[in-house]
């Protein structure tokens, strides 16, 4: 049976394929997006997990790079009249380690600086001098990470920071850029509370503090929390999916759920539409866009004769990251930290120090579960109370660096299966672990705890098979499959051997995070516009 033909057909549906499809709706092109499951927004997902009334979003949760994308500044008002609202916090993260010492990163650059000050006097001043060094390389920051790199705007931006700014200028920014997070936080700080505060967010990256280009990382998140927050959507993320789907349809677009794409059909070098598992074929004119990861595009959808050697080569060879863990707690009361400021934070990490954070991501990558893993506390309710029954509270918890394949226990505690894989009694072995932690913080915890939900690396792929192994990233980020690498060397931008065939997701170029960069930068390819 075949479909009417579309402008352009867009597998997946994750937050990139929806800045995609929205952007090309609204300039006026007939789209449809395909997904696999049984609903819309790939790792954006919401349920009430654990009881009645308690909406946790399942996968990702927080918006900071999404509410400071440019789709976000050119969609703003088209999701708001479906319903998309915001809430925010003035204190998007902290740290605390195990001390109960602890350190919170505000909104405010002024007082940030006072606070670090208070901690370690002048640490205040030589973050305000790193984030003016930053501010100042802006153009640069954002133009590699904000657009295709293999273009002539972006060639003439380069060419005009050589001019104005002369070739020792570029050489300083490339190798700034290319510090690691220890080495930037142990030159900026004293404080190893404020080196502990930054250390643990390149890996919402897919970096540990030791790769080349954390630092940088930590640099860009420090400045969009300043400057952005780290909000949550009003009512649970899958409001943000409702609001584009109807925008979507608003627009002439079509959306399809447990639509498995099968193959993507092909003539003289060129995409022309997909056949679904159940034999249905959909038609594209103009494009057919994959919010997939390289191995599902070139080993599974793309007919093998269409992918050259040294494609299929890179494929083959791309390489996936450390997995992750999401832990979801329904509680009779809001969490009562030992220190009440935390309790209004959006984003807790707990760690020892910034050695922490470097030892639990060494301690996966050799195979082994991490004695004291970086542990994310997530307070969704804190920003939004309609999450939760009145008086009820709510934890969104994410581990970032597990192994995929464990080899061992670094605590020595934990009975691991000789084959390797996660079974369900290393799950909550673990997640046992995570929670016992967590209550030195929290003292009642274990009490105040109705029911929790534990969903290992096997669980997380289980939900989206673009989560390979787990791995939260689609792909590891180090500095050989990051920005010109991303996801292939064989490839420029988000384009494919075949003609009309675009790859994006965050697989692709700038990498993860709810940002939607690489369907942005697609759509405004297909329309046209620089």
């Known amino acids: 049976m075949k479909s009417d033909k579309y402008a352009c057909v867009i597998v997946g549906s994750g937050i990139n394929a929806l800045v995609c499809a929205a952007m090309l709706a609204k300039g006026g092109k007939r789209v449809l997006v395909l997904e696999r499951n049984d609903r819309l927004g790939g790792c954006i997902r919401t349920e009430e997990l654990t009881l009645p009334g308690y909406i946790h979003d399942v996968l990702s949760s927080w918006h900071p790079l999404f509410v400071s994308s440019p789709a976000y500044a050119l969609l703003k008002d088209d999701l708001e009249k479906f319903g998309l609202e915001y809430c925010n916090s003035h204190s998007p993260t902290a740290v605390v380690n195990a001390d109960n010492d602890y350190f919170i990163l505000t909104r405010s650059r002024a007082e940030n600086i006072k606070a670090m000050n208070a901690h370690c006097a002048g640490d205040g001043e030589r973050y305000a001098a790193a984030m003016r060094e930053f501010e100042q390389s802006l153009d640069l920051t954002f133009t590699l990470l904000g657009n295709e790199l293999w273009t002539w705007a972006t060639a003439r931006v380069l060419l005009a920071a050589l001019i104005k700014r002369g070739p020792r200028y570029l050489v300083q920014f490339f190798g700034y850029a290319l510090q690691s997070a220890r080495n930037w936080l142990g030159r900026t700080f004293r404080s190893d509370l404020i080196r502990a505060c930054l250390a643990p967010w390149p890996t919402h990256a897919g970096l ?38 109807q925008f979507i349809v608003s627009q002439g677009g079509e959306l399809r759920v447990e639509a498995d794409v099968e193959k993507i059909l092909t003539k003289n070098g060129r995409a022309y539409g997909v056949v679904t598992a159940d034999g249905a ?83 996966a990558e050799c195979g082994l579960l991490p004695e004291q893993a970086t542990i994310v506390v997530g307070q969704p309710a804190s920003l939004d109370p309609s999450r939760v029954p009145a008086g009820k509270g709510l934890l969104w918890i994410q581990l970032q660096e597990l192994p995929a394949v464990i080899k061992g226990d670094a605590a020595g505690e934990i009975a691991v299966p000789e084959d390797g894989k996660w079974s369900e009694q290393v799950r909550e072995a673990y997640a046992d672990r995570v929670i016992a932690r967590i209550a030195r913080h929290i003292p009642n915890l274990e009490q105040a705890i109705l029911k929790r939900v534990v969903l290992s690396p096997v669980d997380l792929e289980a939900l989206n098979i673009n989560l390979v192994s787990g791995d939260p990233y689609a792909g590891a980020c180090t ?36 940002g939607g960069g690489s369907g942005f930068l697609v759509a405004q390819k297909l329309l046209g516009k620089p």
Not at 310 to 332: D, E, N, P, R, V
Not at 491 to 509: D, E, F, M, R, W
Request: with cysteine.
């Open 281 to 363: 074929e959909f038609l594209a004119d103009e494009a057919v866009i994959c919010s997939v990861t390289p191995t599902q595009l070139y080993q599974r959808l793309s007919p093998a004769a269409d992918v050259p050697a040294h494609i299929a080569g890179q494929a083959a060879a791309f390489q996936y990251g450390k997995a992750g863990m999401q832990i979801h707690l329904a509680l009779s009361e809001p969490a009562p930290w030992a220190r009440p400021e935390l309790a209004e934070v959006a984003l807790v990490h707990l760690t020892s120090d910034m050695d922490g954070v470097a030892r639990a991501v060494n301690q």
């Open 208 to 245: 540990g503090p030791d790769a080349p280009g954390s630092g940088h990382m930590a640099r860009v998140i420090a400045y969009t929390l300043e400057t952005a927050g780290c909000p949550v959507v009003k009512g649970g993320s899958d409001n943000i999916v409702r609001a584009f789907a």
């Open 479 to 514: 500095m050989d499959q990051f920005l010109l690498w991303r996801p292939l060397a064989g490839v420029t931008n988000h384009n494919t051997p075949l003609k009309s065939l675009y790859h994006i997701g965050a697989s692709t170029h700038p990498g993860p995070g709810l």
